[in-house]
DNA sequence: CTGCATCCTGACCGATACTG
DNA sequence: CAGTATCGGTCAGGATGCAG
């Protein structure tokens, strides 16, 4: 039954967090950082701070709508620091916090990984594709 | 008919937007390996190799579909290499390629921080969700 | 045991229009 | 410039059944 269950998954999530559990918020979280746009605005926000259109700018694809969605996550999660300006035209700033600081890099290892192994892993779609005939 | 028209300019906008993404062949890399399921059945290859059964109960919630979905994918970028060794009941056997060896600890790196700073992501939401009343 | 095909629901995402 | 709300299409992905 639930109780006893609910009261050993409480214990061990307090205890040690696990990502392999499906009910451990932590699998919540990693799915949150796995999204599309995640390891894009985090890479650009690690280098200062930005606007909203400017991010836009940068990010080529991003539909207004998704960026928002993404910077309210990182927000409401303590990894993006959302600043107001009341100046005429609203001007909003958005900088990483401390936290945010310390994952960006491993998200942009990442990207960079990505970039650095292209040619092998197109190489590897090729020679399977080949291989595999529709 | 109208109908005509709009799926037109749709599939026209769809092609010309692929076609831009072709450009930037990384992008799609890093949405592939920003998968759902990628990060946590490469950190389970790393331990060494899998079988299908063995991933499906070590990964909890990942059916069958999506589990066999992200094997592909990872076989077909080079990542993971599949034995199929054709004993009576077949035993198909998973195992990360040198490519694979050296990209699964970044991943295992994103996993380990979600662990590591979960109760400030949480600590973080629960102060945001408190200061924004619906 | 492993993998593939089918069906079907609902979540996601883009486009658009409007507020401040 | 920044953000919200709504509508509609698309497709991810879960459940099931069958094949090797």
New interface residues.
Partial sequence: MATATAAQRRKQAKE????????C???Q???T????W???VLASLGHGPMRHSELARKI??VSQKMLTQTLRTL?????VARTVTPTVPVRVDYELTP?GR??AP??V???T???A??D??????T???EGQPA
Avoid: C, N, Q
Wanted: no cysteine; proline share 2%.
């Fill in positions: 040690a967090y696990d990502a392999f559990l499906a009910e918020p932590t699998r979280l990693l799915e950082l796995s999204d599309k995640m390891g894009l080529a694809g927000e409401r999660d303590g990894l936290l310390d994952l491993v998200m290892a990442i990207k990984w990505a970039e192994h292209m092998e892993v197109r190489a590897a779609r020679a399977y594709d």
